[in-house]
């Protein structure tokens, strides 16, 4: 998996599609700066999501965008995403590539060295930690330090996502210390002050 220095953002649906989102995707995806697009919906639908996914997947593939799914490996291939991210919780990697093969499969490891090491060796295709800082997006249960992203990257190339509350104030310290992308939801959905394409454009 190539890392692309000026895309560094791995961007993550709203928890929930509003009305002007696929304008918004559009303008953001324009500026870039994003590598992936994780489609992450705990609430709708099983066919509600194929429905969403597919203008989604075409957004991303108009921008170059690697389209990613949370959890589900079945609506990855449903929906010929590009891959699939992974929590501790749901099925066990080499279960998911017999199901979606070759395709990008992101793993959750929390705040934790041995479960980077587990991941390393299933080879997965992205390492994501957190959460950095206090995020409103999900309840945080792990809180990860900068000195984790230190100590990965002198045991593997695998590319390192960081998670968790990374908005315009607090993000550049990550990438200073070695994440080579930054996964961001609330920072831009949700955002008081910006629009989606302001805040990412605050982002440079």
Known sequence: MRVNKKKFIYLISPNKIYKKFFKDLQKVLETGKIS????????????HKILIGQKIKNICKKNKVKFLINDDPILAIGLGADGCHLGQKDMDIKQVKKIIGKKIIGITCHNSITLAKRAIKAKASY?????????????????????ILKKITKITKTPIVAIGGINSENYKNLLLNNANFLAISGYVWNNKKYKPLEAIKRLK
């Not at 992936?36 to 066919?47: D, E, I, N, P």
């Not at 390492?127 to 000195?147: M, Q």
């Open 127 to 147: 390492l994501a930690f957190g959460a950095f800082y206090p995020s409103r997006t999900k309840k945080t249960n792990y809180i990860a330090h900068v000195k």
């Open 36 to 47: 992936f697009f994780q489609l992450r919906l705990k609430k709708y639908s099983f066919k």
